[in-house]
Nanobody
Framework: EAQLVESGGGWVQPGGSLRLSCVAS????????IGWFRQAPGKERERVSC????????EYTDFAAGRFTISSDNGKNTVSLQMNSLKPEDTADYYC???????????????????????WGKGNLVTVSS
């Protein structure tokens, strides 16, 4: 059974940093894209960043580029999201998700979307406030 478990959320002051981790199990990690998505209260879920495990290629949404870094440790089936210079508007539940991408030759951005994800973690709350 595929499973994604997030950790690392919490409270941080504006300008601070947090590192989220997602441990995957139950599927062939290398065949997947792992993404981070977030949903703030009263808003729709939105994409944050994705990484294609097989080649390490990454995709970032505009608000994340330059502040967030996604990375993978394939030996540990883990994907991390380092978030720096956090702002109050980054407050949200952050979800890790996995989508099968083996054999895909198109752009990563087209698969870095919630409709392309098959498995989801339960979410991890990040609160940025003073």
């Amino acid at each position: 059974e595929a499973q994604l478990v997030e950790s690392g959320g919490g409270w941080v002051q504006p300008g601070g940093s947090l590192r989220l981790s997602c441990v995957a199990s139950g599927f062939n990690f290398d065949d997947y894209i792992i993404g981070w998505f977030r949903q703030a209260p009263g808003k729709e879920r939105e994409r944050v960043s994705c990484i294609r495990i097989s080649d390490g290629s990454t995709e970032y949404t505009d608000f994340a580029a330059g502040r967030f870094t996604i990375s993978s440790d394939n030996g540990k089936n883990t994907v991390s999201l380092q978030m720096n210079s956090l702002k109050p508007e980054d407050t949200a539940d952050y979800y890790c998700a996995a989508g099968y991408i083996s054999g895909w030759f198109g752009t990563l951005s087209k698969r870095c979307a919630d409709y392309a994800m098959e498995n989801w973690g339960k979410g991890n709350l990040v609160t940025v406030s003073s």
